[in-house]
């Protein structure tokens, strides 16, 4: 379950990953100043867990133009 975290004014989604050495977080940014939006936005991003703990790149409506969950796939173009 995604823990919540407020840095800078702003709030975060915190998410614990093992890689079977050691334990890292990573931070999905939630874009929001009001906890109560946080913690709605905060119940998205528990659904996609499993998914982003096994190296899924997700982009959130609130970090897209688009509006909707939209799994970032990357090219070799891209990654150039």
Do not use: C
Request: no cysteine.
């Amino acid at each position: 379950m995604a823990g919540l975290r407020k840095l800078r004014n702003k709030w975060y989604a915190r998410l614990s990953l093992w890689d079977g050495f050691r334990q890292s977080e990573k931070l999905i940014p939630l874009k929001t100043v009001n906890r109560i939006e946080a913690l709605e936005r905060q119940l998205i991003v528990n659904k996609f867990e499993n998914d982003i703990k096994n190296g899924i790149d997700i982009d959130f409506p609130w970090m897209n133009e688009n509006g909707k969950i939209v799994v970032v796939r990357y090219t070799l173009e891209k990654a150039i």
